[in-house]
């Protein structure tokens, strides 16, 4: 995504095309965003007001699997010389990701959250 990412652009972009028809293919589902400004702005609140969220607390982001996502996409990252070199090299590796550590990652869910509660503030293993 070019520029920046305001909470407009978050909806308008990410959540209604593509998180709101695939969570609503999903009954039951929760839905995980960290605190970053765009994910806790008003109207991408106002957005998921009828969606079940996962309450994030401040400072954890061993909760989320896309961090070790996004270390596994950097690992793997070439050099790159322009932006277009950039987005295709992004897209190539991501498309070739393991499927099987994805699933690990989500799995693991539930045990980073309780982890997450046990530790209150403090780091965890994930």
Known sequence: MRGTLTGQ???DDMLRPHMGPF???LPGA???QDNARPHTSRVAQDFLRHVQTLPWPSRSPY???IEHVWDQLKRQ???CHSVHDLEVAVQDVWVHLPQDSMRRLINTM???V???IAEGDGPTRY
Do not use: K, T
């Open 9 to 11: 652009r978050y909806v």
């Open 23 to 25: 969570l609503n293919s």
């Open 30 to 32: 929760i839905f995980q």
């Open 63 to 65: 909760l989320s699997p």
């Open 77 to 79: 990252m070439p050099l």
């Open 110 to 112: 539930p045990d980073r």
């Open 114 to 116: 309780e982890a997450c």
